[in-house]
């Protein structure tokens, strides 16, 4: 019994280490980045492979009769299946897997407290970097931009807690706020920009006791889904009104071109919506394949069948995340919720959400959501 929980924990540590060697030399070390991006779907895969054989036994669960399980399983073989009927690229595979894997083994996983607090300093330390050396010229700005905003809301959850303890560490939260505010608006990055400024709204306006109502929650959930849908509709037909008015301190316009992509996509996809329209088309209406909606992209690359049994897996484990909130669960495990939603939300412009670069940030959120027994101070 031994041996196997030390060759559990040793696994385990070989899968971190992976994410957190990947994600830092990705955001420090630009040339890394560039050669590395058509390969991070299968980096990041690999390391969550290892998770999922490590601490999830398949046949257990199938005799549990687990939903979710049932569903992630489900949604990788008919996404495999319909990508060989359609004759698509192949690499979109791993973007899905990823994504539903990412979810799925935030319950699942079991980390000891060093590994956790390894990967809460980790986190932490990489926003100082990003805090001290901007570098988003070194990339697209809206990459770099949202890089910056993701990694402080992982390094938030340490941020916090030590503030928790003392309060003049209050101070670091404030000037940490207003660099990162000032590096998103100096980039003019839209989508970072959201984020942040809805992860700021969730987390400090909305009240702890309206976070506990069952309709409130699951509402919100319910919206960060299904809502970045209609946001694609509602978008087009606001565009097709050819009023095109300019954002303040972003110097762009609101209707900047997505209503075209999305148009586009709609045409492909309304001729095989059952198996989707896969990946690696040439668009007419922009120089890559990019969708810039990550679950319009899961409906339109993979299909209804595929949609409907992904958004199953992301109910029932946001659901699980509300009930444990609704249970007493503290400040930080609410912090971590209104980051996730917050990058559903700026997802709604954009692929952030399913994106291999940024999913060590959304497994490390969603996994501090659900471990158990977390002091609220250190």
Request: aromatic share 18%; charged share 15%.
């Amino acid at each position: 019994m031994w041996e196997n929980s030390k060759r559990a924990e040793v696994v385990n540590w070989a899968a971190l280490i992976i994410r957190m060697v990947f994600y830092a030399c990705t955001w420090t070390f630009p040339g890394f980045y560039h050669i590395t991006e058509v390969y991070n779907t299968l980096i990041i895969f690999v390391a969550l492979a290892l998770l999922f054989f490590n601490n999830v036994n398949p046949i257990k669960k199938l005799k549990e009769k687990d939903l979710s399980f049932y569903a992630l399983a489900l949604a990788l073989v008919v996404a495999a299946v319909n990508l060989f009927i359609i004759d698509s690229n192949k690499g979109c595979f791993l973007i899905l897997a990823d994504f539903l894997m990412v979810f799925y083994l935030s319950k699942e996983i079991k980390l000891t407290e060093l590994q956790v607090k390894t990967l809460e300093v980790f986190f932490l330390v990489m926003f100082v970097s990003w805090f001290v050396y901007d570098r988003t010229f070194s990339f697209n700005a809206n990459t770099g931009a949202t890089a910056t905003v993701f990694t402080m809301l992982a390094g938030y959850v340490l941020l916090n807690r030590l503030c928790s303890a003392k309060e003049i560490y209050g101070f670091f939260i404030v000037i940490s706020l207003i660099r990162t505010t000032n590096l998103v608006l100096w980039h003019l990055a839209r989508g970072a920009f959201i984020a942040l400024a809805v992860f700021l709204v969730l987390f400090y306006l909305v009240p702890k006791k309206l976070w506990q109502n069952k309709v409130f929650f699951r509402g919100l959930t319910l919206f960060s889904i299904f809502g970045s849908l209609l946001f694609v509709l509602a978008y087009v037909l606001l565009a097709a009104t050819g009023i095109n008015p300019r954002m303040p301190f972003f110097y762009k316009n609101v209707f900047s071109g997505r209503e075209q992509i999305w148009m586009e996509v709609w045409e492909i996809f309304a001729g095989q919506p059952l198996t989707g329209i896969g990946s690696g088309r040439a668009l007419r209406s922009f120089f890559e394949y990019n969708i810039h909606n990550a679950m319009y992209d899961i409906l339109a690359v993979h299909g209804i069948i595929v949609f409907a049994l992904a958004v199953t897996v992301l109910i029932i484990r946001l659901f699980e995340a509300g009930k444990l909130i609704r249970e007493g669960a503290g400040t930080e495990k609410i912090l971590c919720m209104a980051a996730v939603f917050a990058i559903f939300i700026e997802s709604f412009i954009d692929m952030d959400l399913m994106w291999a670069d940024y999913s060590p940030v959304l497994l490390f959120l969603l996994y501090e959501i659900f471990r158990p027994g977390r002091p609220e101070k250190l």
